[in-house]
């Protein structure tokens, strides 16, 4: 069935360093993948996504990747700041499911000033 | 836009009593997603619907829990009687075709 995974559940880093959280989905028509950032007590945003004929995007500090071959994408922070303590979740659509998104179950970023 | 609606924002019940969320999608948006969110379980889709039409309920966790659409604008999931193993946040998103997910404010419901 339709699963995202996500890895690792908790990581802290130091401010300044980099960020990377991994996920892997179950199913090849997947072709939209959505990151969401959650801050305590308030809802998911929206903070980048990549579809499925591209291979990378970045914005700013934050850069996504994707290989489709091995069904696994990534979120990439650089320069890490407090405020970017959250959590993230991944998440992958497919137009074969009415557009049906998935949900990995969630990294808990913490930035160590 | 005011984004997606959802009421109440609290909600504090005794276990036993129907509780309803309402949610009222971005405008111009085709899909809508309840989702409930626990520490435990994390942010589980519960239902969706496409074009006011529900597409797939497998994420509903049991008879207790219903969700209706009868219009574009508006959408209710109703837990009848409530436990408070129910107790979290439900979230109400929107979106059209395969743009951007947007998330309400969610309901924080407490069950006694």
């Known amino acids: 069935g339709e699963n995202v995974e996500q890895h690792p559940s908790t990581l802290s880093v130091q401010e300044g360093d980099s960020a990377v959280i991994k996920c892997t989905y179950s199913?090849?028509?997947?072709?939209?993948f959505p990151w969401y950032k959650q801050e305590l007590g308030k809802r998911p945003q929206l903070i980048i996504d990549?579809?499925?004929?591209?291979g990378e995007k970045k914005d700013q500090r934050i850069a996504v990747t994707l290989n489709k071959t091995a069904k696994h994408f990534s979120l990439h922070i650089t320069e890490t700041q407090p405020e970017d303590s959250a959590v993230y979740f991944c998440?992958?659509?497919?137009?074969?499911?009415?557009?049906?998104?998935?949900f990995g179950p969630g990294t808990s970023l913490s930035v160590i000033p | 836009d005011a984004g997606v609606i959802q009421s109440p924002r609290h909600e504090v019940t005794e276990m036993g009593q129907e509780v309803t969320l309402r949610c009222k999608p971005i405008?111009?948006?085709?899909?809508l997603f309840w989702y409930r969110q626990t520490m435990m379980r994390g942010l589980e889709l519960l239902i969706y619907?496409?074009?006011?039409?529900?597409?797939?309920d497998s994420g509903m966790p049991e008879d207790r829990f219903s969700a209706k659409m009868p219009n574009a604008s508006f959408s209710t999931l109703k837990i009848q009687p409530s436990e408070p193993r129910d107790s979290a946040v439900y979230f109400c998103?929107?979106?059209?075709?395969?743009?951007?997910?947007?998330f309400g404010p969610g309901t924080r419901l407490l069950v006694l």
């Open positions: 998103a929107s979106r059209r075709n395969q743009e951007t997910q947007y």
């Open positions: 199913d090849s028509a997947s072709n939209y």
């Open positions: 990549i579809r499925s004929n591209v």
């Open positions: 998440a992958a659509s497919w137009k074969t499911s009415y557009d049906k998104v998935i």
């Open positions: 405008s111009g948006h085709n899909s």
């Open positions: 619907f496409n074009n006011n039409v529900p597409i797939d």
